[in-house]
């Protein structure tokens, strides 16, 4: 019994460990990244712990981390083995109306 009691704790804990392990901050570099983006049917929100959402509208949230490196923004679900690759197409910028943009797999984003 006592050995269950046990468990009852030692799991959450050492799974709460692993999960806050992988998760880093966001590398000063790539900032420029951080924010709320959205697309015609995506939202992309990062923040600068690492954590993130990823949503299809109308389809499916979820919530996570993303790891930015080199050409690629890669975005891990907290609770789901839901895992978006998305290459970076174009680096954020600002268009000829003043709106910072981005493009990822061919999809613009604008922040907001």
């Known amino acids: 019994m006592k050995t269950m009691k046990l ?3 030692l799991i ?3 799974l709460f460990t692993f999960i806050s392990g992988c ?3 966001i590398e000063e570099e790539y900032w420029l990244y951080l ?3 959205g697309s015609e049917k995506f939202i992309l929100e990062i923040w600068q712990s690492g954590e993130a959402r990823f949503a299809k509208i109308g389809k ?3 919530s996570g981390w993303v790891k930015i490196k ?3 923004i890669v975005f ?3 609770d789901d083995r839901f895992t978006k690759r998305l290459t970076i197409n174009r680096e954020p910028s600002i268009d000829e109306f003043g709106l910072i943009y981005m493009v990822l797999d061919r999809k613009r984003f604008t922040k907001h």
């Open 7 to 9: 468990f009852k704790w």
């Open 12 to 14: 959450p804990l050492i």
């Open 23 to 25: 998760q880093k901050d």
């Open 35 to 37: 924010g709320f983006w």
């Open 60 to 62: 499916y949230d979820y």
């Open 70 to 72: 080199e050409r690629k």
């Open 76 to 78: 891990h679900a907290w």
